[in-house]
């Protein structure tokens, strides 16, 4: 999707990122000198058929086949869905869990953690049924010493029985204090591999080597039940290679950064939310192309509205999520999600007031406006009625939008209410506009930020429509839109580094810890994940490794992560990073200096920056001005009536040109609407920036 095809050298090679969403599958594709981009509705059935149809549209506005194009990609990046939409559909195989006697209802206690359901609070869902848990007369202590080998004749028989009874296809293993000493844990392991050989095995202590018996559990156990989710990303991978694809394909993972599909399959869940984090690595390098240190993303894409924070230019991150009450130990890019897409469904409750999502109409049938059928009133279809989305020129024209379609759902919601059809669409939009106003003012609270002291990093197909009202009302004085807003996760899945991380429990006062030996496990750590990243394919001049640490307060829940420099252990260096980071997100007052501070993990982290997709630098000499507008279009930034605003073309402005709100910024598959009292500035490279009116 470009506003004008760009002749490009024969020799040149391309870096594509893909983000497979509930509405649109993105594609971001560049070649270090221009960027292009496209979207192509996702197949909830295949998305492959998305992914294919995205990339024929790129070759297509470079001039290529889409054979001449795959043959010179040198970077194929993946964020996908798949995983995260068998857990939420709980379409999993079934499978069957080995762990220490008596210590069977481990997942099913989960923690005493309930979640609302129907009204009622209930445990979260358990991965593996109750039946398919067995206890093996096992044990090793809390010290690490064996008090009881694993029986493997016992093994076998638990097993078999399993098969027969239960019809497992996948087996997880998570033994009490395994990450002590996994002894007992990896003699089951390899017992079952070997025996066992068609049957996937999930290792807790292989996948998860620390302490919290439940969250390691549920590590193996969820690897289990996903471990045929990634199907579908084989075969489209064997189709790209039949077209002419010789690069690996890379796929996005939590952490925000890439690894290779084989690796995927030993750790499935390492791909849930791999499209959110994406788009918040991306965010980071726009920052760094801006300047900035301090930012709140917000990406509002067709069936959510995702926020994250970058601090010190990088991505907060946290060392575990939920995931529908289930607490999942995996190290990911922090992301809150609400239900306010494009495609979020506004509906009437029983209490008689109008409500907006959680429910979408997702990419089929879609909002009524779309022509696939869709009878709901969504945010995209009230958008249109109001007359921020120009039906006619949608994407770039490719797709033309039906407003009588808008209208009429509309009108149909609003008889429920009384209102008019643009009445309806106005408590549409305003709603959305409030529950994305609350996440972020909650999510930038939580970060321990100053709004007055951040920007508000804008993308997703309709972001641009909100982030300058949302600024304003949570005091945030500027939004940046970055080049490709509409694609900026599939961008991120073009430019992110390989990232593999190695890990081990510690769990000991910082006054019981030798400096010595903990230097020692770092460096077998960094080793071993130093091989990692070269097994993936990246030059050893291209490969950094780096060391952090989780310290908490002596028997808090959680940890923070503070970087050990050097991968050297300084143990007052280390205590005061974890003060200044801890004041940093809970206030200074929260800090107990006397109280004892324990180590509860060390880690090795390694990247590895392979070919990338960059922002093409705009060199335009002509000095900005005040542009004219490409037209006028009917908007209601009002209630009770629509005025004439002046609409923009993104793609024709230079740096430094200038729009004074109330405005429309139309690029070929966004729009940025300009607030009252607002101005719209393009960098050179070709970001814009707004700036707010903030109290």
């Given at each position: 999707m470009s506003a004008n095809k760009v002749p490009v050298p024969a020799s040149s090679r391309f870096s594509i990122g893909i983000d497979v969403g509930g509405t649109f599958t993105d594609l971001a594709c560049g070649d270090g000198a221009s960027l292009w981009r496209a979207k192509s509705p996702t197949d909830p059935q295949n998305f492959g058929r998305g992914v294919l149809g995205a990339c024929r549209l790129v070759a297509e506005q470079i001039g290529l086949s889409l054979e001449e194009l795959l043959s010179?990609?040198?970077?194929?990046?993946?964020?996908?869905?798949?995983?995260?939409?068998?857990?939420?559909?709980k379409q999993a195989v079934k499978a069957g869990l080995l762990t220490t006697a008596g210590f069977e209802d481990t997942l099913d206690m989960a923690r005493s953690?309930?979640?609302?359901?129907?009204?009622?609070?209930?445990?979260?869902?358990?991965?593996?049924?109750?039946?398919?848990?067995?206890?093996?007369?096992?044990?090793?202590?809390r010290e690490g010493t064996v008090l009881a080998a694993a029986d493997l004749d016992e093994v076998r028989a638990r097993v078999d029985e399993l098969i027969e009874n239960e019809q497992i296809q996948a087996l997880a293993v998570s033994l009490l204090w395994s990450f002590k000493n996994p002894e007992n844990e990896r003699t089951v392991v390899e017992f079952l591999r070997r025996e066992y050989p068609e049957?996937?095995?999930?290792?807790?202590?292989?996948?998860?080597?620390?302490?919290?018996?439940?969250?390691?559990?549920?590590?193996?156990?969820?690897?289990?039940?996903?471990?045929?989710?990634?199907?579908?990303?084989e075969a489209l991978a064997a189709e790209l290679e039949s077209a002419g694809l010789t690069a690996p394909l890379l796929l996005l993972q939590t952490s925000g950064g890439t690894l290779s599909l084989a690796e995927a399959r030993r750790s499935p869940i390492v791909l849930?939310?791999?499209?959110?984090?994406?788009?918040?690595?991306?965010?980071?390098?726009?920052?760094?192309?801006?300047?900035?240190?301090?930012?709140?993303?917000?990406?509002?894409?067709?069936?959510s509205f995702d926020l994250a924070a970058i601090s010190g230019g990088q991505p907060q991150r946290s060392e575990r999520g939920e995931l529908h009450g289930m607490i999942i130990a995996q190290p990911r890019v922090d992301v809150l999600s609400i239900g306010s897409g494009g495609g979020s469904i506004a509906w009437v409750d029983g209490r008689g007031l109008l409500r907006v999502g959680p429910r979408s109409a997702r990419a089929w049938p879609g909002p009524a406006c779309y022509g696939n059928g869709g009878t709901e009133a969504t945010i995209t279809d009230a958008l249109v009625v109001l007359g921020y989305i120009d039906p006619a020129s949608f994407l770039g024209g490719t797709m033309v939008l039906d407003r009588g379609a808008s209208l009429r759902v509309c009108a149909t919601l609003g008889?429920?209410?009384?209102?008019?059809?643009?009445?309806?669409?106005?408590?549409?939009?305003?709603?959305?506009?409030?529950?994305?106003?609350?996440?972020?003012?909650?999510?930038?609270?939580?970060?321990?930020?100053?709004p007055r002291d951040l920007s508000l990093i804008s993308y997703g197909g309709s972001g641009g429509l909100f982030t300058g009202s949302i600024a304003a009302i949570t005091n945030i004085p500027r939004v940046i839109v970055p080049p490709a807003a509409s694609v900026l996760s599939a961008f991120g899945a073009a430019s992110a580094d390989v990232r593999r991380q190695r890990i081990k429990s510690a769990n000991i006062l910082f006054t019981e810890a030798d400096p010595a030996a903990i230097d020692l496990d770092l460096k077998t750590l960094g080793s071993g994940v130093f091989q990692d990243i070269a097994d993936d394919g990246v030059p050893e001049d291209r490969r950094v490794v780096t060391y952090d640490v989780g310290v908490r307060f002596y028997r808090q829940n959680s940890e923070v992560s503070v970087?050990?420099?050097?991968?050297?252990?300084?143990?007052?260096?280390?205590?005061?990073?974890?003060?200044?980071?801890?004041?940093?997100r809970y206030g200074a007052g929260a800090i107990g200096r006397n109280a004892p501070l324990e180590l509860t993990f060390i880690r090795a982290v390694g990247t590895g920056r392979l070919p990338r997709a960059t922002f093409p630098v705009d060199e335009a000499e002509r000095a900005g001005a005040t542009p004219q507008?490409?037209?006028?279009?009917?908007?209601?930034?009002?209630?009770?009536?629509?005025?004439?605003?002046?609409?923009?073309?993104?793609?024709?402005?230079?740096?430094?040109?200038?729009?004074?709100?109330?405005?429309?910024a139309d690029d070929v598959d966004t729009t940025v609407f300009v607030p009252r009292g607002a101005t719209l500035t393009m960098s050179e490279r070709r970001s814009l920036r707004l700036d707010v009116n903030v109290s």
């Open positions: 010179r990609v040198e970077r194929f990046g993946l964020g996908t869905t798949a995983v995260t939409n068998a857990l939420v559909e953690r309930r979640v609302p359901e129907d009204g009622w609070l209930v445990p979260p869902w358990s991965p593996i049924a109750r039946s398919a848990v067995v206890g093996l007369h096992e044990r090793t202590e049957l996937p095995v999930f290792s807790g202590v292989e996948l998860h080597p620390s302490i919290r018996e439940y969250e390691r559990t549920l590590v193996a156990a969820l690897n289990a039940v996903l471990s045929n989710a990634l199907d579908g990303i849930v939310a791999s499209g959110p984090a994406a788009g918040v690595m991306a965010a980071a390098e726009v920052c760094a192309a801006e300047g900035l240190q301090n930012a709140i993303c917000g990406d509002m894409g067709g069936t008889e429920k209410l009384g209102l008019s059809a643009e009445e309806t669409a106005w408590g549409i939009r305003e709603i959305a506009l409030a529950e994305m106003t609350k996440a972020t003012r909650l999510h930038a609270g939580s970060t321990g930020l100053d970087i050990v420099d050097g991968g050297a252990f300084d143990s007052a260096a280390i205590r005061e990073a974890f003060y200044a980071e801890y004041a940093s507008p490409a037209g006028h279009r009917s908007v209601f930034i009002d209630r009770d009536a629509a005025q004439e605003l002046p609409c923009y073309r993104t793609y024709e402005l230079v740096p430094g040109d200038t729009i004074t709100g109330p405005a429309l």
